[in-house]
């Protein structure tokens, strides 16, 4: 489950969604309805931003992902290819016909305390 927050205008808004994440694309894939609150905003300003994050009982343990990027609704081969993807990981999403957008990630920041505790690993997409 990742967050996703948009804003349009003088509106914000977040939401939660599944998704499935893209290594070669550096991108997640969601599924939802343009007519949604968040669709609505993402529709009038692609920039949007969000977190990745799990609820582990231990301080130890905790892996969570900040980032910002861009997103747009999926169309053709891209699109089928995300579908089969997000079906795979959510087979109730064959029952669903909600188009599948893409957040194309700019920047991403990790923490990860598996790796020393506060570990921060940063990435940007090259301009």
């Known amino acids: 489950m990742l967050s996703l927050c948009c804003t349009a205008d003088d509106q914000l808004w977040c939401a939660n969604c599944y998704y499935v994440f893209d ?3 550096m991108a997640f894939w969601i599924m939802t309805e343009p007519d949604t609150r968040h669709g609505e905003l993402m529709v009038h300003n692609p920039q949007v931003a969000g977190t990745v994050n799990g609820q582990p009982r231990s301080v130890l343990l905790i892996k969570g992902v900040q980032y ?3 997103v747009k609704r999926l169309e053709e081969s891209t699109e089928k290819v995300a579908r089969a993807a997000y079906q795979k990981r959510f087979p109730v999403s064959r029952k669903v016909s909600a ?5 194309v990630l700019d920047e991403v920041k990790m923490t990860d305390n598996a790796l020393g505790f506060g570990k921060k690993i940063a990435w940007q997409r090259e301009k």
């Open 23 to 25: 290594e070669t694309r």
């Open 68 to 70: 910002r990027g861009r």
């Open 99 to 103: 188009p599948l957008w893409e957040i």
